[in-house]
């Protein structure tokens, strides 16, 4: 809770690893429905059917999806900033106002990130999602 309280956080995942049973333990009374774990493989059934956005007691939100996957569909590459905080806060000090992060030259998060300002984790994670969109 130290991690996302007062933050948005958006959970996204392949499905059945739990993202669901994450927010009802988060946020009293979210009750999503998680399915039973199958004996097979040990993973949860695929349950969450849309994108649900929910209140974390002491501020904050967690938003809950299907899956990257669906997720992606109704994202514009241009508002992927938006879910990563610290690359956001730096887009508009890019020389492009479309930066994507990618490539451009002049790029204030890249910048960033090779000096180590911005976690070069999250920067990978930015790019992974960023390649699907
Ligand atoms: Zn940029």
New binding site residues.
């Given amino acids: 809770m130290k991690v996302i309280g007062g933050r948005r956080s958006v959970l996204a995942g392949a499905s059945g690893v739990g993202k669901s049973t994450l927010v009802n333990a988060l946020v009293p009374g979210a009750n999503l429905p998680t399915g039973p774990v199958r004996q097979k493989d040990q993973r949860g059934r695929h349950v969450t059917a849309a994108a649900s956005v929910h209140e974390l007691p002491g501020g904050g939100l967690i938003v809950d999806t299907p899956g990257i996957r669906e997720l992606a569909m109704g994202i514009e590459a241009t508002e992927l900033p938006w879910y990563f905080p610290e690359?956001a806060e730096?887009?508009p000090?890019?020389?492009?106002n479309d930066?994507?992060?990618?490539h451009?030259p002049?790029?204030?998060?890249?910048a960033a990130v090779e000096a180590g300002a911005i976690s070069a984790r999250r920067y990978r994670s930015y790019l992974r999602i960023l390649e699907t969109l």
């Avoid at 000090?93 to 492009?96: A, E, G, K």
């Avoid at 930066?99 to 990618?102: A, F, I, K, L, N």
């Fill in positions: 690359i730096l887009t000090r890019c020389r492009f930066c994507t992060h990618s451009e002049g790029c204030a998060v890249r």
